[in-house]
């Protein structure tokens, strides 16, 4: 029998666990979600406290999302999902194609986090109500300036790929990135991200056809799917998401 | 005859560039500086330009630096250094190892992501001088509250391993990567970088160690590497590395 998969991430998000989960629950991949574990069953918010920061045992780890596999630790989003994928059928084969799918996971990555710094452009350390002159301008600008831009680019791979798909006929595990990420975008700046999205035709398609996939569906409407909420990189200000 | 590896990155700032250069340089791998090279031989400015944000020919790409090998073209800085790493001796053997390794230097990039945002909090579409309020809040929050936890963790890792590098007893890319970026946080916060770096005996050997290896001394003394400067990921601006 091989070596558990164990994710360690906070309970209360979907956060960047989320990522790493719908690699697993698309490739129908059974791993143990730490964190939403009892504490009586060594899980808990504890358990992800315990591994962070380099404490414990094992390859020390800075932050959450963080994967446990036998004696493999890693962590940081875009390579735990490719780790996961290239392992289960949800990674392109080669190593240029799995570069380039890593590439692309990794913007995906870089795009959430600039949406999680337009509420905290001043300081992760400090409340969001301590920095929110600074954070509506943070989120015009990301709305103005970086967004149209980001999915220009992920519009732009759609339209040039083989097939549907990033990578091509296949769903690779940027392709359920993006999704999460579009699926983010959409909770945490309706009216912004309608208005970015409005023209791009191929991630509007994927946007629509991700979680019509069997086995994903059955994640995505069951109850283990957290709600998007107002702790995570996702959060609706609508202050934030006025008509610029 | 293997094809060329070929850069594209901006030719007036190390930046995130220099990155991968370190990789190049080290394990003595010829490489095309594409946006070093004249425009008269398809290189400069307008050849880096050209290729980003999923213009012209071949996979699509968002942002530089931009690796072209053959058929082959990504783009994310930590995922260049990982190709080009484990196909010339820089990275471990293994697929967990490998994914430690990618961790690490992934998690270097963060760092240097944050040290770039220091200066550009509220947008990176404006100029330094119209945020320069909030970039001195920002710089404080970053020297205060989180270079030193980046630090420890880095300190915790290479005392953690079973050599005097990240990953054991040899150099690997991420190592090359954190080199880099205490040269480039040394030169952004001269203060706070020393404050931050007094207690982490084995980020100081790092530093020392690094520059003495023989081929990566050659180019560090050359006039192939550029200084740092006011326009790149790293600046120095006296007014964010006050006393705290």
């Not at 994710?7 to 964190?35: K, S, T």
């Not at 309706?190 to 208005?195: E, L, Q, T, V």
Request: hydrophobic residues 40%; aromatic residues 12%; charged residues 25%.
């Amino acid at each position: 029998m091989s070596a558990p998969y164990r994710l360690y991430y906070w309970p209360i998000i979907p956060g960047r666990g989320e990522f790493v989960r719908m690699v697993f629950e698309d490739a129908a991949v059974p791993y143990e979600d730490v964190g939403r574990m009892p504490e009586s069953e060594g899980g808990g918010m504890k358990a992800v406290a315990a591994i962070m920061k380099g404490k414990g045992e094992g390859f020390p780890v800075y932050a959450p999302p963080i994967l446990d596999h036998g004696t493999v630790r890693i962590f940081q989003t875009a390579n735990i999902c490719r780790y996961v994928a290239e392992r289960h059928g949800l990674a392109p084969e080669g190593e240029g194609p799995r570069a380039q799918a890593l590439s692309l996971m990794m913007t995906v990555m870089d795009v959430a986090a600039e949406a999680h710094d337009t509420h905290h452009p001043v300081a992760v350390s400090r409340y969001y109500e301590d920095q929110k002159d600074e954070a509506k301008e943070a989120a015009t600008a990301f709305l103005t300036d970086r967004l149209p831009g980001w999915l220009a680019y992920f519009e732009a791979a759609l339209q040039r790929s083989e097939g549907d798909y990033l990578m091509g006929r296949s769903v690779t595990y940027p392709d359920l990135g993006l999704w999460h990420l579009l699926e983010g975008l959409a909770f945490a700046f309706p009216n912004g991200f309608a208005r970015a999205v409005a023209d791009h035709p191929a991630l509007q398609k994927l946007h629509e056809v991700i979680p019509r996939r069997p086995v994903l569906a059955g994640y995505l409407e069951s109850d283990r799917r957290m709600a998007f909420n107002e702790h995570g990189v996702f959060r609706h200000y609508p202050e934030l998401d006025e008509d610029g």
